[in-house]
C-alpha cells in the first residue's frame, strides 16, 4: 500500500511532495472507508453538471488531493488550493507543481473575515473538500458556508466529503460505524499505512518541512478538535447559508458527500 521510500530527505521536490500525498491517502484510507469512491462521486458531478474548463476551489486541500485528481481528470480544469497547515501547503505546492498554472495554492484561515479575498475575485464552478470541515466549530461552518454562497454563481455546487456522525436518536448505526472504523483502521495499519502522527514524522524527516512544525503547532495551538455535527446541521446550515438545493450524493455508514447547488 505504501509507496516506495525517499531517500535522499534533503531534498523536498516534486518526487519527494507525491510521495508524501500518497502516503497521505493511505494514511486516510484508515480513517475513511472506501475514500476512492466518495472522490469518484464528487469528480462524477462535476463531470455531469460543470463545464470541462471548470475553475474549482479545493478547500481545506491538505496536501492537494482533491486538486491532484480534479487536474489529472480533467485537462482543462484548474483548481485553487487552499490551507492553513503550513507543512500540508508547502506538500500540496511541491505535489501541484506538474500541472503548472493549472494549479494555485494558497495559505488561508478560514476563520478569519475576508479569506475569500485570496482568491482575488476570480469566479470557481464548484468548491470541494474533504475531511475537513469538521475542525470548526458550528458557527465558523455556517460562517464558511455563506461565505461559499456568495462566492459560487447561480448553478454553483459546493461538494464537502466528510463523516457526519450519528447522534443519539440512532444508537445501532452510530455502534456499528464505530465498530466499522476500528476494523478498517486495523485493517489498513497492519497493511503498511501510517497513522495521522506518524505521516506527519515522516514528513519532518525533510528539514524543510521540519522548520515548519513550530508555525503549524502556534496556529493551531487554540483550536481544538470539535464535536462532529450530524448531516442534519450541514444541510440545514447549507440552507440558512443562501444554497438553492441541497442533499446527499453518497453516503456509506456516517460518511457522506454532502451536494449544495446555488
Known amino acids: 500500500m505504501t509507496a516506495p521510500d525517499v ?3 534533503n531534498v523536498f521536490d516534486q518526487a519527494a511532495a507525491r510521495h508524501l500525498l500518497h502516503l497521505w ?4 484510507s484508515a480513517y475513511v472507508a472506501h475514500r476512492d469512491l466518495r472522490f469518484e462521486a464528487m469528480t462524477d458531478v ?3 453538471h460543470c463545464p470541462d474548463d471548470l475553475t474549482i476551489l479545493d478547500l481545506a486541500c ?3 488531493a482533491i486538486s491532484d485528481r480534479v487536474l ?3 485537462p482543462q480544469a484548474t483548481a485553487v488550493a487552499v490551507d492553513y497547515d503550513p507543512i500540508l501547503l508547502r506538500v500540496a505546492r511541491g505535489a501541484l507543481d506538474r ?3 493549472r494549479a494555485e495554492v494558497h495559505d488561508v484561515d478560514l476563520v478569519a473575515d475576508g479569506w475569500e479575498k485570496a482568491l482575488a475575485g476570480r469566479s470557481v464552478d464548484a468548491v470541494l473538500t474533504s475531511t475537513a470541515l469538521h475542525w470548526l466549530a458550528p458557527e465558523q461552518l455556517l460562517r464558511v458556508y455563506t461565505t461559499l454562497a456568495r462566492l459560487l454563481p447561480a448553478g454553483g455546487v459546493l461538494l464537502n466529503a466528510d463523516h457526519l456522525r450519528y447522534d443519539g436518536s440512532a444508537p445501532t448505526l452510530r455502534d456499528i460505524a464505530s465498530r466499522h472504523d476500528a476494523r478498517v483502521q486495523q485493517e489498513t495499519f497492519a497493511a503498511g499505512a501510517l497513522d495521522y502522527s506518524a505521516w506527519y514524522a515522516e514528513a519532518a524527516r525533510h528539514p524543510e518541512l521540519a522548520e515548519l512544525a513550530a508555525q503549524r503547532e502556534r496556529r493551531f495551538a487554540d483550536r481544538p478538535p470539535q464535536a462532529l455535527a450530524p448531516l442534519d446541521f450541514h444541510l440545514a ?3 440558512t447559508a443562501g444554497f438553492a438545493e441541497v442533499g446527499t450524493v453518497w453516503q456509506y455508514l456516517d460518511d457522506h458527500v454532502v451536494f449544495a447547488r446555488r
Open 46 to 48: 462535476l463531470r455531469l
Open 25 to 28: 491517502d493511505d494514511q486516510q
Open 99 to 101: 500541472y503548472g498554472s
Open 237 to 239: 446550515a447549507l440552507r
Open 7 to 9: 531517500t535522499d530527505v
Open 62 to 64: 491538505g496536501p492537494g
Open 72 to 74: 489529472a481528470g480533467f
